[in-house]
């Protein structure tokens, strides 16, 4: 009777040690609107806090040159978009919504009679978005050679709350045709503050063609600012990228903390293949929210048992659990004041001096500072999970 006893004590530990690992919070939840065009999200029960990471779209790549082999000119590449990640205090119900800018049409070999094409085209297509980009520059056609059309600016991505733009990010310059500048990346000096609004949609600028067989300037990127196209040149010069589109952010309470960096959707490469042909477009921009900064799981595992010791040891009556939380922070700022909680089965005795940290359970070998423990609960707190870094937590328990 007793060792049926105590195995149903061991059936009954592991059963909380299960129970306590699947009632946790789980993996962090996470949602990316990546599709062009507009987005909307109702915000869930329970969640006052969410991370977001809005992008604008990477700018297209400038055309080539109209020869090939080693007199080939490759078009300049597409700046990326610019990528804003923010903290945002929100209200279940509340709705999140915007708009997601596409990526700026690639530029081509310019039109040419000789080259089969007509209306003198091959400036990429401008990016849709919140504030659309700007199309990249033709070329004139009235010259032999024919060199390739400026790639078309990224469109800006938005992100509004209950109807007010917190965020508009800025999308990618164009590339120059032909041998033409790299279109312009985000940079921390783009960022404008408002009070409110972003303002309205305005629209990335193109450049004129140069009188000449010159590639196409890049197209502006899309933004609450738009950047500045690239210029168009003869051969002899140049053609430069367009500039990114400017980012805004909003000076609203409910904005906690903001980054920008050039890390947004990607900007397409430079055409090097001489073709007559558009070859597609670069990186939409997204928006990502996540709705919790710090995932939870919990494992255990025996470490000893009186019959095996801690060679291989088993479930059985007498064993000694180890226990491991772990949290995990994915956001983009420290998690601070962060406490762990958990109660001890009743056919379990904590075992003192045994909990360790460290940054993950193989690695937990460091004192823990914060702990207290009150039977049948283990407390520790407060602890820091750094931005983007794991805290692990072990201790043991042993079945009375």
């Known amino acids: 009777m007793t060792g049926k006893q105590s195995g149903m004590k061991v059936l009954a530990l592991l059963a909380a040690a299960l129970a306590v690992a699947s009632l946790g919070p789980g993996p962090a939840r996470a949602q990316s609107f990546t599709s062009p065009g507009s987005w909307s999200l109702t ?33 300049g590449d597409g700046g990326n978009g610019i990528l804003v990640i923010a ?64 790639g078309g600016g990224g469109g800006s991505t938005s992100l509004a709350l209950n109807g007010t733009t917190l965020i508009q990010a800025g999308g990618g310059g164009g590339g120059g045709g032909a041998g033409g500048g790299t279109g312009g990346n985000a940079t921390p000096r783009t960022i404008l503050s408002v009070t409110s609004s972003c303002g309205s949609s305005n629209t990335g600028s193109s450049p004129a063609d140069y009188s000449g067989d010159g590639g196409g300037g890049g197209g502006g990127g899309g933004g609450y600012v738009p950047g500045s196209a690239g210029t168009s040149q003869p051969d002899s010069s140049t053609a430069t990228g367009g500039n990114a589109g400017h980012t805004c952010t909003s000076t609203a309470s409910a904005i906690k903390y903001s980054a920008i960096s050039s890390a947004g959707a990607a900007g397409s490469p430079g055409d090097t293949t001489a073709a007559i042909a558009p070859h597609g477009t670069a990186t939409s921009g997204y928006v990502t929210i996540s709705t919790s900064a710090i995932s939870v799981s919990k494992t255990s595992k025996p470490v000893s048992d009186p019959v095996n010791s801690t060679s291989n040891p088993k479930y059985i009556p007498g064993a000694t659990f180890q226990y491991c939380v772990t949290l995990s922070n994915g956001w983009a700022q420290d998690a601070t004041s962060v406490s762990i909680s958990d109660s001890i089965p009743a056919q379990a005795t904590y ?24 039977a049948p609960t283990l407390t520790v707190s407060p602890i820091t999970v750094a931005a983007g870094s794991t805290y692990a937590l072990t201790f043991q328990s042993a079945v009375n």
Request: charged share 5%; aromatic share 4%; proline share 2%.
């Open 43 to 75: 915000v869930p029960a329970g969640v006052t806090m969410i991370e977001v990471r809005v992008s604008g779209g990477g700018g297209g790549g400038g055309g080539s040159g109209g020869f090939t082999g080693p007199f080939l000119t490759v078009g």
């Open 87 to 150: 903290e945002i205090a929100v209200t279940p119900g509340q709705v999140l919504s915007g708009t997601i800018g596409a990526g700026g049409g690639i530029g081509f070999l310019a039109g040419s009679s000789n080259f089969g094409l007509a209306n003198c085209s091959g400036g990429g297509a401008a990016g849709s978005g919140t504030s659309g980009g700007g199309a990249g520059g033709n070329i004139n056609c009235n010259v032999f050679g024919a060199s390739g059309g400026g």
């Open 351 to 374: 075992v003192s001096g045994s909990a360790r940290s460290g940054v993950d359970c193989t690695s937990a070998t460091s004192a823990v500072s914060g702990l207290s423990y009150s």
